[in-house]
């Protein structure tokens, strides 16, 4: 038996199609890691652009912004685990693909953006029905700790992926990264196979249009939703676009070559990792909403530090500490959404999530890599980090007065009714 407060931090791992889940995707991230930190360099040698590394990772995210919001309402329509077995399957070939153009030397940036292009094709539909069939493999309770346990995956694959890549690209070249990612996605189909199968999604019998407007009004019809749409569209145009940016920081601000950067990575994936656990453990304990205020005025305010940072050392530490109020971030926002939507509205609100943090990176991508082209990669971070911190600040009143309003309403009428019980004597 486990200790209990083991048992309450992996909670969400006492259901087996959780485990198999988390093993399988686990496996998988650290092969798109992999990829995402051979991508990068791949382009940046291809370009020397920093702009082009931008551009590619904006096409990678276009189709993300014009097709999961629509991605949210085939996830409510679907068996979900089949179709996110199809949507791997598809992307094992994306980068086996790309591996193989590397390894021939037939290789060029626009085979690079058209391949990115049809994976972010495949993520617009794949993760609002990944973020939502969680929901379905785990009980209600265990709901927030399988979403922490997946980021505690997803960041500890954020360390593991970049360390593996500095060293096989050291070794093996920029291509054995995209084929060991071709590779881990077996894990991930094997692991949807094992699974017990859910029942088949009952047919719908409203429009697609009608489908879509239903989870709009839902997301904009409540206060902490649209609280969270202003956070998560600032920080994902302003904020997390500096992670597409973080080759040109790494070669050009602190004069470090592959290994370096894929250090700068991995802290931000071991920053990220400890405040996943964290979540996992005592996330049940603090209000998702402060989690979610404080980690956002903290982030922007880190980012600002950390796009000053003169060395290596300082800058790996800045960059742990951004990892960890992003991850913080993140979990909380996202275990708000899932946790108060109505199951039958499940996909299309992480659609609309998807869309938010996925989609709209390409707005970030090209706003940070203009000026970066323009004025430096560290005035981009700044601008990021600044316009973050004003903005989640600025929330962080907004909804604090709310509260404050919604009090005092209630002291009046408390008053009023006691007013008149006395009256009443």
Request: net charge positive; hydrophobic share 55%; proline share 3%.
């Amino acid at each position: 038996m486990l200790p209990s407060s083991l048992q309450t931090v992996f909670a969400a791992l006492r259901h087996r199609n959780f485990r198999l889940f988390l093993t399988g995707q686990f496996i998988s991230l650290c092969g798109t890691w992999m990829q995402t930190i051979a991508q990068g360099w791949l382009v940046l040698h291809l370009t020397d652009s920093a702009f082009a590394v931008g551009l590619v990772t904006a096409l990678g995210s276009l189709p993300i912004l014009l097709l999961s919001l629509y991605g949210g309402v085939v996830a409510d329509r679907v068996n979900k685990r089949q179709f996110i077995l199809i949507l791997q399957s598809l992307m094992l070939l994306e980068a086996l693909t790309l591996g193989v153009l590397t390894a021939l030397d037939l290789i060029t940036v626009q085979w690079v953006m058209g391949l990115a292009v049809f994976f972010g094709f495949l993520t617009a539909f794949e993760v609002p029905a990944r973020q939502a069939f969680v929901a379905e493999i785990v009980q209600r309770e265990d709901l927030m700790n399988a979403i922490a346990l997946g980021s505690s995956a997803f960041n500890l694959a954020r360390v593991i992926g970049p360390a593996l890549a500095g060293l096989v690209i050291a070794t093996l070249g920029l291509e054995a990264c995209f084929f060991a990612n071709a590779a881990s996605y077996l894990a991930v189909i094997v692991s949807l196979i094992r699974m017990e199968a859910g029942g088949p999604r009952a047919p719908s019998v409203v429009s697609v249009w009608t489908a879509l407007g239903e989870g709009l009004a839902y997301v904009f019809g409540n206060r902490w939703p649209r609280a969270l749409v202003i956070l998560v569209t600032t920080f994902s145009v302003f904020g997390f676009s500096f992670m597409p940016l973080m080759p040109v920081f790494a070669r050009d601000a602190l004069g470090l070559d592959a290994s370096g950067y894929g250090v700068m990575v991995a802290s931000i994936g071991l920053g990220a990792l400890a405040a996943a656990f964290f979540m996992a453990a005592f996330g049940g304990r603090v209000r998702q909403s402060r989690l979610v205020l404080g980690s956002s005025v903290a982030f922007g305010t880190v980012l600002t530090a950390a796009s000053l940072a003169p060395n290596f050392g300082l800058a790996t530490v800045l960059y742990t500490i951004c990892g960890g109020t992003m991850a913080l971030n993140g979990i909380a926002a996202n275990t708000m959404l899932q946790t108060e939507a109505p199951d039958e509205l499940r996909g299309r609100v992480m659609g609309f999530y998807s869309f938010m943090v996925l989609g709209l990176a390409p707005f970030g991508s090209l706003q940070a890599g203009w000026v970066a082209e323009r004025f430096g990669v560290r005035v981009a971070f700044a601008i990021g980090g600044l316009v973050c911190l004003l903005v989640a600040a600025g929330v962080a009143w907004w909804m604090g007065r709310a509260v404050r309003e919604r009090r005092t309403r209630r002291d009046v009428r408390e008053t009023v009714a006691a007013m008149e019980r006395r009256e009443h004597r």
